[in-house]
């Protein structure tokens, strides 16, 4: 009975910053770990940032070029995702997910490692 529960998509001007939250429940596994993915029409879910609960090791893909953060809240139970300096190319649908088990190295990088997905929350970044 894993809920994600997205929040925080809107539209905002290039350059500009948004902060996306996921209230999660439900997930009481030892290793599990969470993260962010975006999709835009015609193209394939793509890996952004993603988190373990327990350590909180982080990893993010390359083309963002730091400008996005995760972090997690564990007493909300809450992941977010701090996007700065926001570029047009960054909008898309922004979702959720959580995997049971953490992924590792390019795993990260996979829809097939995770087991929870949001609805989503799209992010507009206009020029």
């Known amino acids: 009975q894993v809920q994600l529960v997205e929040s925080g998509g809107g539209l905002v001007q290039a350059g500009g910053s948004l902060k996306l939250s996921c209230a999660a429940s439900g997930l009481t596994f030892s290793n599990f770990a969470m993260g962010w993915f975006r999709q835009t029409p015609g193209k394939e879910r793509e890996f952004v940032a993603g988190i373990r609960w327990t350590g909180g090791s982080t990893y993010y893909a390359d083309s963002l070029q730091g400008r996005f953060t995760i972090s997690g809240d564990n007493a909300k139970n809450t992941v977010y995702l701090q996007m700065n300096r926001l570029k047009p190319e960054d909008t898309a649908v922004y979702y959720c997910?959580?995997?049971?088990?953490?992924?590792?190295?390019?795993?990260?990088?996979?829809?097939?490692?995770?087991?929870?997905w949001g609805q989503g929350t799209q992010v507009t970044v206009s020029s």
């Open positions: 997910t959580a995997a049971r088990q953490s992924p590792y190295g390019s795993t990260w990088y996979a829809t097939s490692s995770y087991d929870y």
